[in-house]
């Protein structure tokens, strides 16, 4: 659109502009006639070029109009519209010329959905998460009550490393920490997640993972939103802590997660015991141990005291049988008892000094003697010569 | 895929764990345990409790970075943050 082309000239076919000519002096009438400005309507016929640019229609129910949207500009945004959507625009109108196509150079776009196009692309993301049964509340493991490695993957100069080491050298010293450091935000900080979370899964005996990061906005977040990295999280062998989002703002990572946590020192006193509270469980252990031991004890004192019993009693069972035994021989010797003899008729004599007088020798002429007969006694006297006798007794 | 080094052969889940049973047999678990086994038990018992307790207080968290290698390597060096 030099200062050589003539409008008037062009009015007669020998003053005929170029097609060039035409679509750069469009060009240059429509961007001058227009500021950039924020248009709505419906998307038709999307479709994300390898380049990363978008191109699709932009329509209502009379008239469309073509759009484009270069990766500089989209690539802030979570995910593309789908056709059929409602959206806002900012962008500047303008004729691009290789076409002669009058099309709008979009540079932001919105959703009118409920939350906009960060909403929808999470919903979709949750939900293909959801149909793999990755947010299924059974999966989600129980932490390790005594933890010896504890992976952290976070920013390695944030605010939230500091506060899981401080609160974990605090609370468990038996534990070994970990840092895979990533960065947490940014343009392609969901690649260096998934990185980090798989170098994790590589590590020898670990017990749980930290993944986190301090506050943010909404946009600061967004990397823990993606599928990929909220896949990366769940594939990890071992349970999971999540400290990303906040209590409002729930993330993807956080759902499929095993714990979420409110922040990160919430997850480090999440993943680990307080050395305190496991000092006084050893007490208590100790205490059992003192009191089972004497229980034991106890237990074997008793069964002493009954054998003790039972021997005891087995004493005064043989000493009452002795006791009849007795009887039973005083029976005996009652029977032999001279008395009984004397019953049968027999009769005992003895002298004034009561020696019993057995033999002739000992009945001189004269001597008076008693005799013992069963009912008593009879006082008696030797008055004829003795008979018989043998040799002095 | 090279893997890293061990981890540190501590296993306090399982000394508290050894602990645990020691106790319940001591408190009636083990009926046909003599005088003489509980006594060793109750021995083994207090030599843990005071291992235990010894590595509470005199332990020190590690705190380490794992960095991967151009072969993939992994390697845990000291952290300093």
Not at chain 1, 264 to 281: G, I, K, N, Y
Request: glycine letters at 10%; charged letters at 30%.
């Amino acid at each position: 659109m030099g200062p050589s082309l003539d409008l008037f000239a062009a009015l007669s076919p020998e003053g005929a502009w170029t097609v060039g000519q035409l679509t750069r002096r469009a060009r240059a009438v429509v961007e001058a006639g227009f500021a950039p400005l924020w248009v709505r309507g419906e998307v038709s016929g999307f479709k994300a070029w390898q380049s990363g640019h978008w191109y699709f229609a932009l329509r209502d129910r009379t008239a469309q109009i073509r759009c484009v949207m270069f990766q500089k500009d989209n690539r802030r945004l979570p995910a593309p519209p789908d056709d059929g959507m409602q959206v806002f625009v900012f962008g500047r109108p303008t004729v691009w010329e290789e076409k002669g196509e009058f099309r709008l150079t979009v540079v932001d776009l919105l959703s009118t959905a409920a939350g906009g196009l960060w909403q929808l692309a999470f919903e979709k993301a949750k939900a293909a998460l959801a149909k793999d049964g990755l947010l299924d509340p059974a999966r989600r493991r129980s932490l390790p009550a005594y933890p010896r490695r504890i992976a952290v993957v976070t920013s390695p100069d944030g605010a939230a490393l500091r506060d899981i080491i401080a609160v974990t050298t605090r609370r468990w010293p038996l534990t070994e920490l970990l840092v895979i450091p990533t960065r947490v935000q940014g343009e392609g900080a969901e690649g260096e997640i998934c990185a980090a979370l798989g170098l994790a899964c590589r590590l020898e005996g670990l017990d749980v993972v930290i993944i986190g990061r301090g506050g943010g906005s909404r946009e600061d977040l967004w990397t823990f939103n993606h599928e990929r990295v909220a896949r990366a999280v769940a594939a990890l062998p071992v349970p999971v802590i999540s400290a990303v989002g906040h209590e409002t703002d729930v993330t993807l990572c956080d759902l499929v997660a095993d714990v979420r946590a409110a922040t990160p020192s919430a997850a480090a006193e999440a993943a680990t015991p307080d050395r305190a509270d496991v000092l006084v469980a050893l007490d208590h252990l100790g205490a059992r141990l003192a009191r089972g031991l004497a229980t034991r004890s106890g237990r074997v004192t008793e069964s002493f005291n009954r054998m003790l019993d039972r021997l005891t009693g087995t004493l005064e069972r043989r000493l009452e049988r002795h006791r009849h035994e007795l009887a039973g021989l005083a029976g005996r010797l009652d029977a032999l008892s001279p008395l009984k003899v004397l019953e049968r008729g027999y009769a005992l004599a003895r002298d004034e000094q009561g020696r019993v007088l057995k033999r002739v020798v000992q009945f001189p002429q004269g001597l008076s003697f008693r005799l013992r007969v069963t009912d008593g006694e009879v006082a008696a006297r030797v008055d004829g010569r003795a008979e018989g006798g043998g040799p002095k007794s | 895929m090279a893997r890293a080094p061990e981890p540190p052969p501590l296993s306090f889940t399982r000394q508290l764990e050894r602990l645990e049973e020691i106790v319940r047999l001591l408190e009636g678990g083990g009926q046909n345990l003599d005088l003489d086994d509980a006594l060793k038990l109750f021995e083994e018992g207090v030599e843990r409790l005071r291992a235990a307790r010894d590595r509470l207080t005199a332990a020190e968290a590690q705190v380490k970075q794992v960095l991967a290698d151009q072969t993939g390597r992994l390697k845990l060096d000291d952290f300093d943050g």
